[in-house]
């Protein structure tokens, strides 16, 4: 099987691939720096993580290095990144194309794939707006209730899932001095999460709390002394939360902080109701800390009662935790069980061995 895999670049994330592939000069080499920092390594197939042949991966949307390949495969003038990623699939001679950045490349980038795609997947497991993905032989993601919304557009729908990255296994071996770690987004899709945050930020005072936040651009702006001046109340953190602030983190920067910390605290997005399992969920499990996260319908192998703790209201959850940090033995024998968890039942190797059966069914 020859595949091709391609995703997207985080827009937060930009300057740290440009920070980290600055000494590169060609296709391959700020590909593979890219593919080291790990970020999103929970959604790549094993055979691109392990550098088979037959695999190819790329980020289409960006532009560095994707006319980087322009360039060294003698392409003329400035191709829109539309063409080039059509030009790639059709040099790597693809069978099966796989990609994490359908509503940039939806039904109509399917039209225009080369005869020798035989089948096409995305995964797709986040507000979506009105793209159309019924072209993709199948929508894949870990959310029922947002893969049956796909079915009700006309889609195929299949389950899939975030695997354990084994580079986790590196981190988190040593002492763990922060009590209770947030990373990820702030913005209007997390309204739930952001009471949450607020909730736990008072505990600043006791306990060493760190959030990595990537914040919406209206909250950028709203945060601003122009923006102050400005109509954007509802866009601001919470002081207690702007206060402890410190910018996102990706890659294997999130992973040593996870690997440092006792508790990572998440929050499912509002529109997946209640289904759970975010790849947060598995990045938390993977490096050893105890997941908090917010009650819900949870895959296999996250049981609160066993591998992760959940919490209801805010208020809740800030009992959790200091009950969690007071008893911490226990919560590290939870926390080492749910790392023992998803490194078994969410492997790469039976990621891609379901990968293999949704191909075989499609």
Known sequence: ???FQNSGLYPSYVARLNQLAAKTTHFAERRDVFLDDRFGAAHFLQPVL???PDAFFTNGDDEILQRRWAREQGMAGE???EAILLAQIEHHRTDVFYNLDPVRYPSAFVAKLPGCVRKTLCWRAAPSGNADLTAYGAVLGNFPSILESWRAKGCRAEFFFPAHDPVMDEYGHDERPIDVLFAGGYSRHHAARAKILESVAGLADRFNVVYRLDASRLTRLAESAIGRW??????RRPDVVASIAQPPVFGRQLYELMGAAKIVLNGAIDMAGIDRGNM???EAMGCGALLLSDAGRYPDGMDPDETISVYETGSDCVVRIE????NWSEAKMKAE???RTVRDLYSKARQWA??????DNL
Not at 323 to 326: K, M, Q, R, S, V
């Open 354 to 359: 379901l990968f293999g059966k949704l191909l």
């Open 323 to 326: 009950n969690c940090l007071n």
């Open 1 to 3: 099987m020859r595949l």
């Open 79 to 81: 191709p829109a990144l």
């Open 280 to 282: 947060r969920c598995f």
């Open 50 to 52: 392990d550098g088979s």
């Open 337 to 339: 069980r749910g790392r």
């Open 230 to 235: 400005m109509p954007l109340r509802s866009h």
